[in-house]
């Protein structure tokens, strides 16, 4: 396995980030710890008309590293007895997935994407119908939906009512937030409150992370960066989305928390402190899935392993995410022994190839080192 005399080399870490933030990402932020050693960087600004500059406590809006969250809350109420994780969604959420669906697709299908639902994005957002076909896409309903309030019911609806993208239980499965809506329903059914309470209650508050929520209106509430959107080079210059209401993915990618937060919180969650060991072993079995980049990757229950970036490495486990504006990656090694997460307040910065392709851009070089260095030290 190797790897676990590990260091952390501040002045290294400085210049991977610096190198993010000059390849074109305005600004960038992380931390990396091992043991009890830690590391927090910053590098560029969190707003391009001030020049404030951004800095490693900010809180941001961390996208699908939600998803890790409300799976584990779910998995707190299937050790509660409250639901089961090979029981029909239709037992819980009647009507929602109706006909024979409902009673094929299983909680744990829900969970790690394998239930043939379609992904409701392009419905609820009409200029991204063509997505992830992005030459034929185009950025105007991300303006113009800024501040509409959705309905996770009617979301849900249209996902059901898209063509289906599998079988229930076949994979490789297919990414899709329609998924974690209606985890989002089953933990306000089982437990009669509101899903973001119900992971407060479960999951953010036993866990102590004091600067993360699940936002339920437009606004990032304390220090926050501006977050802007490039739309692969159609918004030019990016647009600041980090006013935008987070009901279109709700339980799904809603989640605003900061660097030092998400460490701590995959730290626990692989030490078996947040759900049993059992849960744990459930959640880190994998299953092939299409990601929405159209990639094949290994995916459990909110929870996927990284990619080894280099021979011999410790596997890590986390979750990334992305909002319009903003992306974040966390990763915790197996073992416990180093945990790691950056930041970046832009996204979709690579312009697209004549077939509609995203062309290699430095911003990916740099990550990827970042992402090396924070993970082999």
């Not at 676990?4 to 991977?16: F, I, K, M, S, Y």
């Not at 509101?194 to 992971?199: D, L, Q, S, T, W």
């Not at 997460?341 to 990916?364: F, I, T």
């Amino acid at each position: 396995m190797g790897h676990r005399g590990n260091r952390l080399d501040p002045a290294a870490l400085d210049a991977a980030l610096e190198a993010v933030h000059r390849a074109g990402v305005p600004g960038v932020f992380a931390e990396v710890r091992d043991g009890d050693r830690v590391w927090r960087g910053a590098a560029g600004v969190a707003d391009v008309e001030t020049g404030r500059p951004v800095t490693a406590g900010l809180r941001h809006r961390v996208g699908s590293v939600t998803k890790t969250f409300t799976a584990a809350a779910v998995l707190r109420q299937v050790e509660a007895g409250t639901v089961g994780l090979d029981a029909p969604v239709s037992r819980y959420l009647p009507g929602l997935v109706p006909g024979g669906r409902g009673d094929a697709i299983t909680v744990r299908m829900l969970l790690n994407h394998t239930s043939g639902l379609a992904e409701y994005l392009p419905y609820a957002y009409p200029s991204l119908k063509a997505f992830p076909a992005l030459d034929r896409t185009g950025p105007e309903s991300l303006e113009e939906l800024r501040f509409t309030r959705f309905d996770p019911v009617e979301l849900i609806g249209m996902g059901v009512a898209a063509p289906a993208v599998g079988v229930p239980g076949g994979t490789p499965g297919v990414y899709s937030n329609t998924n974690y809506l209606l985890l989002g329903q089953l933990l306000e059914k089982v437990t009669g409150l509101p899903a973001e309470r119900c992971i407060a209650r479960d999951v953010i508050g036993p866990a102590g992370l004091r600067d993360t929520e699940l936002a339920v209106g437009a606004h990032i509430e304390g220090p926050h960066s501006r977050l802007y959107e490039a739309w692969f080079g159609m918004i030019d210059p990016p647009r600041d989305h980090s006013v935008h209401d987070m009901s279109w993915v709700g339980p799904a990618a809603s989640l605003i928390s900061t660097v030092a937060d998400l460490n701590r919180f995959y730290a626990l969650l692989l030490a078996g402190e947040i759900v049993a060991p059992s849960s744990l072993a459930e959640m880190r079995r994998t299953v092939p899935v299409i990601s929405q980049e159209g990639r094949t990757i290994d995916y459990g229950l909110g929870l996927h392993p990284l990619e080894p970036l280099s021979p011999g490495q410790d596997p890590y486990w986390g979750h990334g995410g992305t909002v319009w504006g903003g992306g974040t990656l966390a990763m915790a090694r197996a073992d416990g022994g180093r945990q790691w997460c950056v930041a970046v307040n832009l996204q979709r910065w690579n312009e697209l190839d004549a077939s509609g392709r995203p062309k290699p851009h430095a911003v990916d070089a740099a990550l990827a080192a970042f992402h090396r260095l924070a993970a082999n030290g």
